[in-house]
């Protein structure tokens, strides 16, 4: 007898007549829904819990549940794909408001070099041969307002030369990056007064939209290399293009020459500036040169001697016309680079040894250009073959120590 009175329910096991798993049938409507929700014996999934002897509510109650999980389950998948996308699209559109702000404020400038982006002590490397160091630079302390300019004379002058920029300015109409040398230290009432002078000249209506002026902070004893003055003009510039023009501030070009500078920026050689009875190496003392910001050749610094900067541009020159195989274009230019400014205040002895270094080093140079051809073959046999030859004919002479 049945320990429940009020219980009606009774289950009892009949077997089909086309099946050998046993039916449960019921006689109230839950006993209906439990019988279509039982699981079998083929069910993988609950296959272990039959086996185990688990009754047939439990599983129901098992089915169940698990079902609210996974419901419950792809609800919080529905909302984290959501949450996702949502944090996604804000940071792009974050991304976008920064993109605009930074092409749309007016200090920016259009084709700034990827190098600017390298911190301060880092682009300081590029100084290393300058011994002892430099103590301080500063790119860019006045940045010029204008930015649609076809190419960027490089220039750098003492702290001594900065009254002829307005001269030096008039006459070039494109931009400018200027490095100016001091010995004054940085917290000296005379790097001060170097200061407010040239924020008054970049004040200047005729200045401030074209140039951009960095300082570099000199130790007492470190003699000048303009070598290394150049190449931190030229990695400041603002444009694809550079004009690197060697001569100090008081050599100033005619006022027709930008426009033989911009004629030729489409071209994809170095474009050598220099008279016409000197169109190979050696060429006219500081002659300029049209080149690519970004151009693999920068201005050797391996010589430290106080010597002009025209026997310094020389030996850039040289590297130049061999990286190149020969293989640059050269324009004519009218006599305006005056010679006798390159060789003024310099002894005998430093001329003589500065010649002896440079031949050491053409020499050198011819050695290991030779050697690179030979080492780094490329698929143009018939190219490799004329530049074998040129190397030959160009540094025959100054391995015998040709002198200039």
Same mark, same amino acid.
């Given at each position: 007898m049945s320990m429940e009175p009020h219980v009606s329910t009774t289950l009892h096991?009949?077997?089909s007549a086309n099946s050998e798993h046993p039916v449960i049938s019921k006689e109230s409507d839950f006993d209906e829904d439990l019988e279509n929700n039982t699981p079998t014996a083929q069910d993988s999934v609950f296959a272990v819990f039959l086996s185990s002897?688990?009754?047939?509510?439990?599983?129901?109650?098992?089915?169940?549940?698990?079902?609210r999980l996974r419901w419950l389950l792809v609800f919080y998948c529905a909302f984290s794909a959501v949450f996702l996308m949502s944090s996604v699209f804000s940071r792009l559109s974050q991304g976008n408001a920064l993109a605009d702000n930074y092409f749309q404020t007016d200090h920016r400038i259009r084709h700034e070099s990827p190098l600017q982006v390298l911190p301060n002590?880092?682009?300081?490397?590029?100084?290393?041969?300058?011994?002892?160091?430099?103590?301080?630079?500063?790119?860019?302390?006045?940045?010029?307002?204008?930015?649609?300019?076809?190419?960027?004379?490089?220039l750098w002058t003492s702290d001594d030369g900065i009254d002829f920029l307005p001269s030096w300015a008039s006459r070039w109409k494109?931009?400018?990056?200027?490095?100016?040398?001091?010995?004054?230290?940085?917290?000296?009432?005379?790097?001060?007064?170097?200061?407010?002078?040239?924020?008054?000249?970049?004040?200047?209506?005729?200045?401030?939209?074209?140039?951009s002026v960095h300082i570099l902070h000199l130790a007492a004893d470190?003699?000048?290399?303009? /070598?290394?003055?150049?190449? +931190?003009? #030229?990695? $400041?510039?603002? =444009?694809?293009?550079?004009?690197?023009?060697?001569?100090? *501030?008081?050599?100033?070009?005619?006022?027709?020459?930008?426009?033989?500078?911009?004629?030729?920026?489409?071209?994809?050689?170095?474009?050598?500036?220099?008279?016409?009875?000197r169109t190979?190496?050696?060429?006219?003392?500081?002659?300029?040169?049209?080149?690519?910001?970004? /151009?693999?050749?920068?201005? +050797?610094? #391996?010589? $430290?001697?106080? =010597?002009?900067?025209?026997?310094?541009?020389?030996?850039? *020159?040289?590297?130049?016309?061999?990286?190149?195989?020969?293989?640059?274009?050269?324009?004519?230019t009218s006599d305006w680079i005056q010679e006798s400014k390159a060789t003024a205040n310099t002894s005998d002895i430093e001329v003589k040894l500065h010649r002896r270094l440079g031949l050491k080093y053409r020499s050198e140079t011819c050695v290991l250009a030779t050697r690179q051809l030979a080492a780094l073959r490329s698929s143009d046999r018939n190219a490799d073959a004329i530049k074998s030859r040129w190397l030959k004919a160009t540094c025959r002479e100054w391995a015998n120590g040709r002198e200039n």
């Open positions: 096991r009949t077997r002897g688990l009754s047939a509510i439990d599983l129901y109650i098992l089915r169940q549940r698990l079902a002590t880092h682009l300081m490397s590029k100084l290393s041969p300058l011994y002892p160091p430099p103590t301080l630079l500063e790119p860019l302390v006045f940045r010029a307002t204008t930015s649609n300019y076809p190419v960027t004379a490089c494109g931009a400018i990056s200027l490095l100016v040398t001091t010995y004054h230290e940085p917290s000296s009432l005379a790097y001060e007064s170097l200061y407010r002078k040239l924020r008054t000249l970049h004040n200047l209506s005729s200045i401030k939209h074209k140039v470190t003699t000048e290399n303009s /070598n290394v003055f150049m190449n +931190t003009a #030229r990695l $400041f510039a603002q =444009t694809e293009k550079v004009a690197l023009f060697s001569g100090n *501030l008081s050599v100033v070009p005619p006022k027709a020459f930008y426009r033989s500078v911009v004629s030729a920026v489409d071209s994809p050689k170095p474009v050598i500036f220099t008279m016409r009875q190979t190496y050696p060429f006219t003392p500081l002659s300029p040169v049209l080149i690519s910001r970004d /151009n693999s050749v920068w201005c +050797t610094e #391996r010589f $430290f001697l106080a =010597t002009p900067r025209s026997m310094e541009w020389a030996e850039c *020159l040289w590297q130049l016309w061999l990286d190149n195989y020969g293989d640059v274009e050269v324009k004519p």
